[in-house]
């Protein structure tokens, strides 16, 4: 168990919609980053946050967006959902706001839109 | 953009035996770490190296900082059938475009008992 948490386990929704992705970070950890991992992507950092500020951006697409509250969770949203948006989504944290730093990742939330 | 290629893509091995992949990359990188992923689990961080030429064991394994700052490996010695996973090398170049860590397409290892 890294200590990182992620809600919910399991998301199936339809084409159009949004949904909201909610991580806990590990006791201590300031930085929260967010990864999409499909089967011919592999793992694709999407952006990162540090105690609430937006620290480094990756190949996040417009319609998704995310943030990380005073209480140091991050919530990433996900809206206009395509079929192509299918994947798993991993978070993780480290204590460190240098990138290159360890990562913690949590247990995933499995996207599937149909 | 960056890439890391690692190889091999998948190994099939007797229990028993020794491991060995490797991660290369066109640029220099200042961070090499190796997660191992379980189905339906999130990536396990196994070993973290910062430094050229650094040489790092965590139990069974080991890996290595190649002297160039261009690659990486790591080997599992005695492999066990807990050993089964997809093996994933991330890298991290401070002056890289993409601003994070740079991962591998993974090492998939299954174990003969």
């Known amino acids: 168990d890294s200590g990182v948490t992620q809600t919910p386990k399991h998301l199936i929704t339809a084409t159009g919609q949004r949904v909201t992705l909610r991580c806990s970070p590990r006791s201590g950890d300031l930085s929260v980053y967010w990864y999409q991992q499909s089967l011919d992507q592999g793992l694709q950092f999407l952006i990162q946050y540090y105690n609430g500020e937006e620290r480094a951006k990756g190949n996040i697409l417009e319609r998704f967006s995310a943030q990380q509250f005073p209480d140091l969770h991050s919530e990433l949203n996900l809206s206009s959902l395509e079929l192509g948006d299918s994947a798993l989504y991993f978070c993780?944290?480290?204590?460190?706001?240098?990138?290159?730093?360890?990562?913690?990742f949590g247990p995933g939330t499995r996207l599937t839109v149909t | 953009g960056q890439q890391l290629n690692q190889s091999p893509q998948s190994m099939f091995i007797q229990e028993g035996e020794d491991v060995s992949m490797n991660c290369t990359s066109s640029?220099?990188?200042?961070?090499w770490l190796w997660y191992k992923q379980e189905p339906g689990e999130g990536p396990v961080l196994l070993i973290a190296?910062?430094?050229?030429?650094e040489l790092t064991s965590n139990g069974r394994l080991t890996a290595q900082f190649g002297i160039t700052r261009k690659d990486s490996f790591l080997n599992i010695s005695a492999s066990i059938p807990s050993d089964v996973g997809i093996y994933f090398c991330?890298?991290?170049?401070?002056?890289?475009?993409?601003?994070?860590?740079?991962f591998g397409k993974g090492t998939k290892l299954s174990v003969k008992p």
């Open positions: 190296l910062y430094k050229a030429g």
């Open positions: 991330a890298g991290y170049n401070y002056g890289g475009s993409q601003g994070n860590l740079i």
């Open positions: 993780a944290s480290s204590v460190s706001g240098r990138v290159g730093y360890e990562q913690y």
């Open positions: 640029s220099i990188f200042n961070t």
